[in-house]
C-alpha cells in the first residue's frame, strides 16, 4: 500500500512539472504582447519597452518559466498586469466561490446518483428503471445553462424563495452564501447526476451479472442484501471515475453558469483575463485548475485502492 | 441481469405452508433429504427441464451426468430457487420435508446456506475479489447462527482449517486473488459447509481446476461427506470424477433423465442409448495410433526444431532503484517435430505452456534459443516470416473467444490467406473456404453465417478450417478440445486424425487433459515450470512414467472405473 502510495505522489508531482511546462509554453505562443495592449493602439516603442521590463518580460523565457515556478512554489503568483493586485488575492476570493459550489453540486449530483442509479439496477426492465433511465436522458440532453433560466424563472421569478444571481459573500453568514449557490449548484448538478446515474446502474448491472453474486445469494442473502453488501463496492470503480471527472469539470467548467448567475467565481476571472491578455493571471488560474484536477485524480486513485485490494499489490 | 434475477419460485399453495413445514422427527427414519418429482421448468416458455424426478438420501452422494445444455445446473438452481427471470417451475421439490417452492422468501434465504450449501464451477470468478475471505465466510456464518462477530471469527478460522486452509498460511485477511484456483474453491466449499449444512450441490466443481488439485478437491469433498453425514449431489460431465465419487446416477440429457439407478448398474449395463454413446466418447481409444506411428520417418529432416528456448516476462522491480527482474516461463526447452507426427504437450496451468504457443507462433519475443520450420529460422530479435507462417496454424481453446463476432464465416476462414506469397483471386479465395470447409465437414453455404449461429464443436471445426487454408505442415492445437462436451469431444478428435491421414499434418497438441493427450499423440512432453521434465513414447511414458511429477499427474487423473459391459 505504501508503495502503491508513493509511486501515485511521484506520478502527480511529475504530471505538475509537465503541465506547468505545457500551460507556460502554450501562453507564450498565444499572440498579443500584454505590455502592447496594457498601453493601447498608440504608445511608444520605448514605453512599451520599459513597461516589458517593469513587468519582467524582457528575461528569457527559461529563466522566466523558473522564476514563475519559484514564485508558485512559495505562493507568489505575481501581479496582475490589468488590476496591480497581487494574483494570489484574486484566485483566494474566486476560489471561496467555486469550490463551495464544486463540491455542493458535486454532493448533491451523487445524492441523486446513487440511489436513483441502484433503483434502477435493482430493478432492470420495471418501470422505475424505464422513469429513471427517461429522466436521465433529460438531464443529458438539456444544456445546464438553459436549466439554469428554468430554475431561475421558478424559484426567482415566480416563488422568489432564492434570488436571481449574485452571491451573498461568506460574511453574511453559512446559511445565505449556501443559499446563493443552491440554484447554481443545482443547474450544475442535473446533468452530471443524469450522467453519474447512467454510469452507477450499468456497473452494477455489470457486477450483478457476475458469479460472485451468485454465491452471494447461494449463501442466504436476499437479493437486496447481496446488492448492497457485494455489487455496490465492486461497482465503485467505474463510478470512481467519473466523479473525478465530474469535480474536474465542475471546478474548471463553472464558467458558463457562473456568468448566467453572476457568481464571481474562477471561471469568470479567467475569462476575463484572456480578453485582457492579464497573462500572469491567466498562467496561475490554469495552473491552479490543474493542480486541483491532478489532486482529484489522485485521491480517486487512493479511492480506488480503498475500494479494489487488487490494486493495491497490482505493482508487485 | 438484474437483482430480481432470482426471484422466488410463485407459490400456488400458500395455505400448506405450515403442513409441509415440520421437523423430521424419528418417525421416518429411511426418509430421503431431497426428493423430486416430475419437476418441469420453462425459461420465458422455453422448456428447459421435463418431469425431472429423483430422490437423495444424508450420508449418499448423488452424481448427476450430462453434457452442457442438458439441465444439470437448471436443476441445482430449482432446488436452490435461484433461477434466472422467466422461469416457471412445476412439479414438487421436498427438502426436509418441506416443500421449497412454497417456502417465503425469507425462510428460503435461511435454508440457502444454511441447510443447502452450493459450490459452483469458477472458482476464480465465485469469491467478491473486494472482501477477504474471512469476511466472506463469516458473512454465511453470521448469516444463519446467532453468533456474536467474535464468535462468527473463530468459526470461520475452524471451517477454513477444516477445508484445508490453515490459518498460518492463509490468514482470514486474505483477498481471493492472493489465492490459486484450487485454494480459492476451498474457501467456496468453506462458505458453503461453514453451517453444517444437511445438502451441499456440487456444480462442476473441479472442471476448471488441474488434475492434482482436482484430486485434492475430490478428496475434500469425499471427508466433509463422510465426517458430516452430508447428502452430496455432484453434477459433472465427468464420467470418470462420478465413477469414483457417486453411489447413485442421473443422466440428463436435453432437460430430461434418460437413465439413473445405483452407480455399478448404471456404469456396468446403461440401458439407455444416449448414456452408451456418452460412455463410448468418453473412453478415448487408441485408434489409428500404430499404422501412423510406422508412417513417421526420423531419419528425415525435422518439420520443426526448437532449440535451447528460452522466454523470459519481465517483472515490476521491487524497488525504484533496485535490479531489473524477470519470470523465465520457458526455460531451455528443445524439441524436434517431424513431418505427418503428433506430439502432445501436457502441463498443469501456469507450467509455461501458453509462453511456448506465443514464442512458437511468433508472438513474443525469444530471450534466447532457436526456432527452426523446415530448416528456416524463427529467432530471437527476428519477423515471423510470411511463409513461416504459412506452415504453422493454430487452434485456440475458446471456440466462442477466438473468432470476431461482427464477421462472416467466410471472412473469418478466408483470413489466413493474407500470409501466402501468391495471393489467390476472390474466385479461388472462395473455393479454398469451401474446400476447407468441406474438409472439417462443414457446409459451403456455412460461409454467409455469423459465428454465434454454430456450436462450440462446430466453432471449433470452423477454427480447424481457418487453420486448414494455408495448407500447413504443423497445426499447433492449445487445449483445442478442451471446452468440448465428450462427445463432441470425440467428434472433433476423429476429425483431426482424419485429416492427419489425408494431408501428412503434423500436431502439436498441448493439453492439460492427460487421457486426450494419450489418445492423440505419438509421443508426448511432459512441463513442469517451464521445464520439459519428461518425454518418450506416449505408451511407454503413460505405463512407465520415470519423473515423479509426471508420475503423481498420472494417479491424480481420474479414471473411469466400471466399464464392462458387452
Known amino acids: 500500500m505504501l508503495r502503491y502510495l508513493v509511486r501515485r505522489v511521484v506520478s502527480l508531482l511529475a504530471t505538475l512539472l509537465v503541465a506547468s511546462l505545457i500551460v507556460f509554453v502554450v501562453i507564450e505562443v498565444v499572440p498579443g504582447d500584454p505590455a502592447s495592449y496594457m498601453l493601447g493602439m498608440n504608445a511608444q516603442p520605448d514605453t512599451v519597452a520599459a513597461l516589458r521590463a517593469e513587468l519582467g518580460l524582457d528575461q528569457s523565457k527559461p529563466a522566466r518559466y523558473i522564476s514563475w515556478l519559484t514564485g508558485m512554489l512559495q505562493g507568489d503568483f505575481g501581479q496582475s498586469y490589468t488590476y496591480k493586485t497581487p494574483v494570489a488575492d484574486m484566485v483566494q476570493d474566486r476560489l471561496w466561490i467555486s469550490l463551495p459550489l464544486s463540491l455542493y453540486a458535486l454532493a448533491l449530483s451523487v445524492f441523486i446518483a446513487f440511489p436513483a442509479g441502484i433503483l434502477a439496477a435493482s430493478r432492470r426492465g420495471g418501470v422505475s428503471d424505464t422513469a429513471v433511465m427517461g429522466f436521465t436522458q433529460l438531464g443529458i440532453a438539456v444544456p445546464n445553462f438553459w436549466f439554469a433560466l428554468l430554475l431561475v424563472l421558478l424559484f426567482a421569478v415566480k416563488l422568489g424563495w432564492f434570488s436571481a444571481g449574485g452571491f451573498a459573500g461568506w460574511e453574511s453568514g453559512v446559511f445565505q452564501a449556501m443559499k446563493s449557490l ?26 450483478l451479472g457476475e458469479d460472485f453474486m451468485r454465491t452471494a445469494r447461494a449463501k442466504g442473502l436476499s437479493a437486496r442484501q447481496a446488492l448492497l453488501r457485494h455489487a455496490l463496492r465492486n461497482a465503485m470503480i467505474p463510478v470512481l471515475t467519473i466523479i473525478g471527472l465530474q469535480f474536474s469539470f465542475l471546478i474548471a467548467g463553472a464558467i458558463i453558469i457562473e456568468n448566467v448567475f453572476f457568481l464571481p467565481g474562477l471561471g469568470r476571472l479567467i475569462f476575463q483575463s484572456i480578453a485582457q491578455r492579464d497573462l500572469i493571471v491567466v498562467e496561475s488560474v490554469v495552473m491552479l485548475l490543474v493542480f486541483a484536477v491532478v489532486m482529484v485524480t489522485f485521491l480517486v486513485d487512493l479511492a480506488y485502492a480503498w475500494v479494489d485490494p487488487r490494486l493495491r499489490h497490482a505493482h508487485r | 441481469m438484474s437483482v430480481d434475477q432470482f426471484p422466488s419460485a410463485e407459490s400456488d399453495h400458500p395455505g400448506e405452508l405450515s403442513s409441509v413445514v415440520s421437523s423430521n422427527t424419528g418417525d421416518a427414519p429411511a426418509q430421503c433429504l ?22 437423495l438420501e444424508s450420508g449418499k452422494t448423488l452424481g448427476i451426468i450430462g453434457e452442457s445444455g442438458s439441465g444439470k445446473s437448471m436443476t441445482a438452481l430449482s432446488i436452490m430457487q435461484l433461477l434466472p427471470r422467466g422461469s416457471k ?59 456474536s462477530r467474535y464468535e462468527a471469527v473463530t468459526l470461520t478460522a475452524k471451517t477454513l482449517e477444516r477445508v484445508g486452509l490453515p490459518n498460518k498460511a492463509f490468514p482470514l485477511s486474505r483477498y481471493p486473488h492472493e489465492l490459486s484456483g484450487g485454494q480459492r474453491q476451498r474457501v467456496v466449499i468453506a462458505i458453503a459447509v461453514a453451517c453444517q449444512p444437511k445438502l451441499l450441490i456440487a456444480d462442476e466443481p473441479t472442471t476448471a481446476l488441474d488434475v492434482t488439485t482436482q484430486a485434492g478437491i475430490l478428496e475434500l469433498l469425499k471427508s466433509l461427506q463422510h465426517d458430516e453425514d452430508l447428502a452430496l449431489m455432484l453434477i459433472t460431465h465427468d464420467l470418470a470424477v462420478v465413477s469414483n465419487m457417486a453411489d447413485d446416477v442421473v443422466v440428463m440429457n436435453q432437460g430430461s433423465i434418460v437413465e439413473q439407478g445405483d452407480l ?63 519470470f523465465r516461463a520457458v526455460d531451455d526447452v528443445s524439441f524436434d517435430i517431424y513431418h505427418g507426427e503428433s506430439v502432445g504437450l501436457v502441463g498443469e496451468s501456469g507450467c509455461g505452456k501458453s509462453t511456448l504457443t506465443r514464442a512458437l507462433l511468433g508472438l513474443m519475443k525469444l530471450h534466447s534459443g532457436s526456432i527452426l520450420l523446415n530448416s528456416e529460422s524463427v529467432s530471437a530479435k527476428q519477423e515471423v516470416s510470411r511463409a513461416a507462417r504459412r506452415q504453422m496454424q493454430v487452434v485456440f481453446q475458446d471456440p466462442y473467444g477466438s473468432f470476431n463476432p461482427r464477421h462472416k464465416v467466410g471472412r473469418l476462414v478466408s483470413e489466413p490467406l493474407f500470409v501466402l506469397a501468391q495471393q489467390p483471386d476472390a474466385s479461388e479465395a472462395r473455393q479454398r473456404v469451401h474446400d476447407a470447409l468441406a474438409s472439417v465437414g462443414m457446409n459451403s453455404a456455412d460461409t454467409d453465417k455469423f459465428i454465434h449461429e454454430f456450436s462450440g464443436g462446430q466453432r471449433q471445426r470452423i477454427a480447424i478450417a481457418r487453420a486448414l487454408i494455408t495448407e500447413p505442415s504443423l497445426i499447433i492445437l492449445d487445449e483445442a478440445v478442451s471446452a468440448l462436451d465428450v462427445s463432441v469431444r470425440a467428434q472433433v478428435l476423429r476429425l483431426l486424425d482424419t485429416l ?47 519423473h515423479d511429477y509426471t508420475q503423481q499427474l498420472i494417479a491424480a487423473a481420474p479414471q473411469l472405473k466400471v466399464q464392462e459391459r458387452n
Open chain 2, 500 to 546: 492427419a491421414n489425408d494431408k501428412g499434418l503434423a500436431y502439436l497438441f498441448i493439453s492439460h487433459d492427460l487421457s486426450v493427450v494419450q489418445r492423440v499423440s505419438d509421443r508426448v512432453m511432459v512441463m513442469r515450470h517451464g521445464k520439459i521434465v519428461e518425454r518418450g513414447q506416449t505408451q511407454s511414458v503413460f505405463t512407465d512414467p520415470q
Open chain 1, 182 to 207: 443552491t440554484l447554481p449548484a443545482i443547474a450544475l448538478a442535473l446533468p452530471q447526476a443524469a450522467i453519474l446515474t447512467r454510469v452507477m446502474r450499468s456497473a452494477l448491472l455489470d457486477v
Open chain 2, 34 to 55: 431431497l426428493k423430486l418429482e416430475r419437476v418441469g421448468l420453462t425459461i420465458h416458455g422455453t422448456p428447459i427441464l421435463n418431469d425431472i424426478g429423483f430422490t
Open chain 2, 89 to 147: 417451475l412445476s412439479g414438487r421439490i421436498q427438502f426436509a420435508n418441506q416443500q421449497l417452492q412454497q417456502l417465503p422468501e425469507q425462510m428460503l434465504c435461511d435454508i440457502r446456506g444454511g441447510d443447502i450449501g452450493m459450490i459452483f464451477q469458477e472458482p476464480m470468478s465465485a469469491l467478491n475479489p473486494v472482501k477477504t475471505i474471512g469476511d466472506q465466510v463469516s458473512e454465511s456464518i453470521q448469516l444463519h447462527r446467532q453468533v
Open chain 2, 264 to 326: 455399478g448398474a448404471v456404469f456396468h449395463r446403461p440401458s439407455h442409448s444416449y448414456t452408451r454413446r456418452l460412455f463410448d466418447a468418453s473412453v478415448l481409444t487408441q485408434l489409428t495410433r500404430d499404422t501412423r506411428a510406422m508412417r513417421i520417418d526420423s531419419s528425415a529432416k525435422p518439420l520443426l526444431q526448437v532449440e535451447q528456448l528460452v522466454c523470459e516476462y519481465p517483472i515490476k522491480r521491487t524497488s525504484l532503484l533496485g535490479p531489473a527482474r524477470s
